[in-house]
């Protein structure tokens, strides 16, 4: 947790009770006219420690740790992609809003004959959602009595995604471990019963190493995890060994608080779980605190929602996503061919936009800005007035790219028609259907009116 | 090494607990009664407070054959969607806790069929009502009122007040007995606002659902889940008008965006149409469930048994 000025004064050389130490005191070299000065700055991070040349051994470290998140941040990698993990400062996202998404794997099994190829589904599964590509983060590979490095050789090959390995024989994993040389794999896991031989693993191969226990006891989890640290692993992940919804869920929020609010830096790990099949479990370990999670098989219907639900939980609650306002050609449009406004949220504009390209009809979006609120929520706000409209006709181009005078408008804001032909003497205004998917069947029938 | 002690937190609120529904003994003819609220913790966090009552599912039924309605939930109604008495006993035999029957526009859409409608929702089902209007300031108020008479003494609720549209439906529950359902854009201080307002006529907190809106994943559903979040952690720290039960509709907004309803011409990512849909809706009602959410409305008999096992699993402790 954060020291306040005060806090950090007191390890400061004005502080001391090391005469040596002390008459540095308010010396100014670190640019700042006494030692408090400086601990002001440093509490507010508008200063860095290595300025003072005069800090004792003892005091940095305090320091250091107490600028470390209070949450790890964990990097799984490969060659093609890493994923961060970790690192996260609240509890609920409107305290301000999370950062590292989780990253969601899909496990295949040693014994499986399709391995490789269902990493290869994996590794090539990719969503398009608000103009932004999602995909899935990476393969586990389990250890399951077939040939575990030959299974992580060939998912290797055939996925540039980072990887687990699922095993819990130090044997095997030192197998899958040289079998994924040159990748940063997440090993897991380490057990009160195999810990040492899995701790001198990572540490020699530089993985993370996932600490388990099987009842989600705390202590247990902490006790296994420091001793893992002791031999030399500083990259861990916490494995309560729960399965369910309901303890899974308490026990995370556990170790959440105590890494945020008691600053226990005895759990400040980035959390592993396991959702099997079921796609909701998965949800609450998307929005509760799940740093990887697991999934038993692969499949779009159930990748494409999840992967959206990952986008909006961790959508910053500040800003919402954008796009620039402006005059977007859809489909090479002519200048006669039809003109339409919408609202710059991305929500909004990559909803008709994605509509328009798959009809193939061209046409003309005028996007105007509205605060990056949807068309409803922007009209309520006085953000998509008829005033704003009639000023985007007139500053985003379109009367220069577009040889006619109609525009059209979504459906939801038909009560504008009217001032807005007002705002735009001489134009047509046409109301649109409410829903984007309507729309192509709107412009086919406006061309050739039956 | 210190053991560590696990935080708990202690909240002053609780939840106000609302009962929808009248058995014979207390004047209605309701087979059962549903109460919801209570809680004096975090959603399923059963470590620190209770969860006296598990959320529940109400099904979303149309008194006419929905015009607009996704292929996929129409495949799964089947015939039942040509009547409402049918439809409603088929939604408690997918596992409905509540019925909501949503009227849509229509030109016969009048007091009285209103009122012939809900009655024959009453005889066909024995489980507690909610009504809905079709959304239309004018029309919502000429059909709740008779509606509230024509359910006397059942103890149903009535929808949706909104800031600008209460007064005569909240003015139709307090003349029949029945309660209300409080919709607010996704704003905790509209919703105290709201509920502020609705008290203020005379109706007591207990007889108010609050509604703070959701949008479908993927469409601004984060929005609302952390205005529930919000909503709920003000009530358990003492904020007396959030501390109402919550009622949701992801059924409603899932089913309305395009992953839910198109099945032609969308990318290969998107995968099977009716696996999607119904993780729209499943993953959509689970997310706010999980937000606080005390009524959750559906309308796919599957998410009904999936988001079912979701609540068992998290009341099961
Ligand atoms: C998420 C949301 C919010 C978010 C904002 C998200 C954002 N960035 O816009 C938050 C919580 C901040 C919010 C705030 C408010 N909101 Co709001 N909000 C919603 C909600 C739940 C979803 C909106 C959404 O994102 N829809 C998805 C997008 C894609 O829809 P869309 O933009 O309409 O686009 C679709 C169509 O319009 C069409 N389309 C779009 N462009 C075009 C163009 C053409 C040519 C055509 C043909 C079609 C078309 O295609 C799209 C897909 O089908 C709705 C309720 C609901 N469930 O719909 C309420 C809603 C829009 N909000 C509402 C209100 C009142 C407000 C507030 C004013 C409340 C307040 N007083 O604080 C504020 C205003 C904001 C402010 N003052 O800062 C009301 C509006 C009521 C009304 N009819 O006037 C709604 C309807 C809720 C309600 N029932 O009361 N809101
Ligand atoms: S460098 Fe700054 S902080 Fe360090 S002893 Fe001198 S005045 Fe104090």
Redesign the pocket.
């Known amino acids: 947790m954060a020291l306040s000025g005060l806090q950090i004064y007191k390890l400061l050389p004005g502080s001391s009770k090391n005469p040596a130490v002390k008459k540095h005191a308010n010396c100014k070299a670190c640019g700042f006219p006494t030692c408090l000065a400086f601990a002001m700055k440093l509490s507010q991070k508008q200063a860095e420690l290595t300025q003072c040349p005069y800090v004792e051994d003892e005091a940095k470290a305090k320091l250091e740790a107490s600028a470390a998140p209070p949450i790890r941040l964990i990097t799984v990698a490969a060659n093609g992609s890493k994923l961060a993990v970790g690192n996260e400062t609240v509890l609920f996202r409107h305290e301000k809003t999370f950062y590292h998404q989780p990253g969601l794997f899909v496990r295949v099994k040693a014994s499986q004959a399709d391995a490789a190829a269902v990493a290869k589904a994996v590794n090539d599964y990719s969503v398009e959602y608000v103009g932004m590509d999602l995909t899935l983060d990476g393969i586990a590979v389990e250890a399951d009595g077939g040939d575990f490095a030959a299974a992580v050789s060939a998912v290797k090959g055939a996925s540039s995604l980072p990887l687990v390995l699922l095993t819990e024989d130090p044997a095997l994993a030192e197998a899958g471990l040289k079998a994924a040389e040159g990748l940063t794999p997440l090993l897991w896991a380490a057990t009160p019963d195999n810990w040492e031989a899995m701790a001198k693993l990572a540490a020699r191969y530089k993985a993370p190493l996932a600490v388990r226990v099987d009842d989600g006891d705390i202590n247990r989890l902490v006790d296994l995890a420091e001793k893992v640290k002791a031999a030399g692993v500083e990259d861990i992940v916490l494995d309560p060994g729960l399965r369910d919804y309901v303890t899974s869920l308490a026990v995370f929020t556990q170790l959440r608080r105590l890494a945020l609010k008691k600053n226990e830096r005895r759990v400040g790990y980035p959390l592993i779980a396991f959702a099997g099949d079921d796609l909701a479990l998965a949800g609450q370990h998307i929005a509760k605190y799940a740093g990887f999670i697991v999934l038993d098989s692969f499949s779009p219907g159930t990748a494409y929602p999840l992967l959206v639900m990952r986008a909006n939980i961790f959508t910053d609650p500040q800003k ?3 796009v620039q306002p402006g005059l977007y050609e859809i489909n090479h449009p002519q200048p006669g061919d039809p003109l ?4 710059n ?1 991305s ?6 936009a994605n ?1 328009l390209e798959s009809s193939g009809l061209p046409g003309w ?1 005028m996007v105007a800005d ?14 998509f007035d008829a005033e704003r409209i009639a000023k985007s006709v007139k500053t985003l181009g379109a009367t220069e790219k577009v040889n006619h005078q109609s525009l ?6 038909a009560v504008l028609m009217g001032e807005l032909e007002e705002e735009l003497p001489g134009w047509k205004i046409m ?9 192509p069947a ?1 412009l086919k029938m406006v061309r050739q009116p039956a | 090494m210190p053991a560590i002690e696990i935080p708990k937190e202690k909240w002053s609120g609780q939840v106000k607990e609302v009962t929808l529904g009248a058995t014979a003994a207390d004047g209605g003819t309701r087979v059962k009664t549903v109460t919801i609220g209570g809680e004096t913790t975090l959603p399923f966090l059963h470590f620190e407070g209770q969860m006296p009552h598990r959320p529940v599912i109400a099904i979303e039924i149309m008194d006419r054959p929905p015009a607009d309605w996704s292929p996929v939930l129409l495949e799964a109604w089947g015939d039942a969607v040509q009547n409402p008495a049918d439809w409603a006993k088929a939604a408690e035999a997918a596992g409905a806790e509540i019925i909501v029957l949503h009227f849509s526009l229509g030109p016969d859409l009048s007091a009285d069929y209103a009122q012939k409608i809900v009655r024959a929702v009453l005889a066909a089902t024995g489980l507690p009502l909610i009504v809905f209007g079709p ?1 239309q300031a004018d029309l919502d108020n000429e059909i709740l009122v008779p509606v509230a008479e024509a359910a006397k003494g059942e103890n149903i609720a009535l929808g ?1 007040c ?1 800031d600008k549209n209460y007064r005569t439906i909240v003015a139709g529950a307090l003349a029949h007995g029945q309660l209300v359902v409080a ?5 905790v ?2 919703a105290k606002q709201l509920n502020i307002l609705i008290s203020d006529m005379g109706l007591p907190l207990e007889r108010i659902l609050m509604d703070p ?4 994943l993927g ?6 889940y952390s ?1 529930m979040e919000r909503l709920r952690l003000a009530a358990l720290q003492g904020d007396g008008m959030t501390q109402l039960p919550m009622i949701v509709t992801p059924g ?2 899932a089913w ?3 992953e839910a309803r198109a099945g032609e011409g969308i990318p290969a990512a998107w995968g099977d149409w009716v696996e999607r849909g119904i993780n729209w809706e499943t993953l959509t009602a689970g997310t706010l469930v999980e937000s606080g959410a005390d009524v959750v409305v559906l309308r796919h008999p599957e998410s009904v048994k999936r988001i079912d096992a979701m609540i068992n699993a998290l009341m099961n402790n």
């Open positions: 919402p996503i954008q339409m406004v919408t609202t949220f929500i909004t504009y990559f909803a008709v509509e979006l509205a605060e990056g609120m949807s068309v409803l929520t922007a009209w309520a706000a006085g953000k059209i408008i979504p459906g939801h804001v109301v649109g259907p409410r829903e984007a998917v309507d729309l709107f | 959304g949706v909104e919709r607010t854009a996704m704003d201080n509209l809106t959701t949008g479908a469409y601004g559903m984060e929005y609302g205005v409603e907004e309305r965006t395009k």
